[in-house]
């Protein structure tokens, strides 16, 4: 599904639209808990975060995580600075007034899949 | 790269590692590594502002064959390292939990995302961890040989 179809489905706005053309939205990932979504999403750059977080770290994780789009859920309104932000990484945000579950569920129905979970792995000594 | 973190600067929280992130892509640091290093200092940065007594700091070293991330902090101290390494296990306050943080993940997600990890604690003292990530790049073949007789 490309990202104008993403907006359609789940009755959303664009508020940023991204500086890649109308981008591909195959996975995501969807959380309130910034925690879960910095230590278990993987293969970020195909994945739409999909929260109802519009704290600055909200943008600082997806910066960090190199997250391909933002959906707000439940009608919040992202301030200016998040806004701002998206725009200065050429990141697509939208908002919907669709609870999580049903953006989820609305988003599952026209194909979009759970993003891959990162796999813990063997770590060494520093030394 | 050094950075102070303030305890309680929840506000701020994230902006260093989001720069040390900008940074590292900037000179050159491949994309995935720099993604793991952003991580990792993100949890850290987390920490020193939620758990924290005084701040702390943050600070990043490239070498040619990794990113070493220095975190150090002078107390309260971790009285059980292993516990506060389990994932779930939490000790944060609600303000920290209401913004999304706090959910017991951050240590044990530091050493995930590092190829080295160690950590000293003392109650009262504070609390030192260093990490390396291998830089993506680097892993020619005589070098993982290296590794791999140590």
Sequence with gaps: ??????????????????????????????????????????????????????????????????????????????????????????????????????????????????CRIRPVHKTRDCR | MRFQIQAGDIEHGGSASARIKSELTRSGVDPSTARRVGIVSFEAEMNLIVYSDRGGSLTVRVEPEAVVVEIEDSGPGIEDIELAMTPGYSTAPEWATDLGFGAGMGLANMKVNADGFEIWSQPGEGTRITCRIDRAGSAAPGRKEGHETE
């Design chain 1, 1 to 114: 599904m490309r990202l104008d179809e993403l907006a359609s489905v789940i009755g959303g706005d664009t508020l940023v639209q991204g500086t890649r053309e109308n981008p591909e939205i195959g996975y995501a990932f969807a959380a309130d808990l910034l925690s879960d979504v910095l230590a278990l999403t993987e293969g970020e750059d195909r994945t739409t975060l999909v929260t109802g977080m519009i704290s600055p770290q909200v943008m600082r994780v997806a910066d960090i995580l190199g997250i391909a789009a933002i959906v707000v859920v439940r009608g919040k309104t992202p301030p200016p600075s998040m806004i701002e932000y998206a725009t200065e990484l050429g990141m697509p945000l939208l908002t919907t007034k669709k609870t999580m579950f049903e953006t989820c569920g609305v988003m599952y129905a026209n194909g979009v899949r759970p």
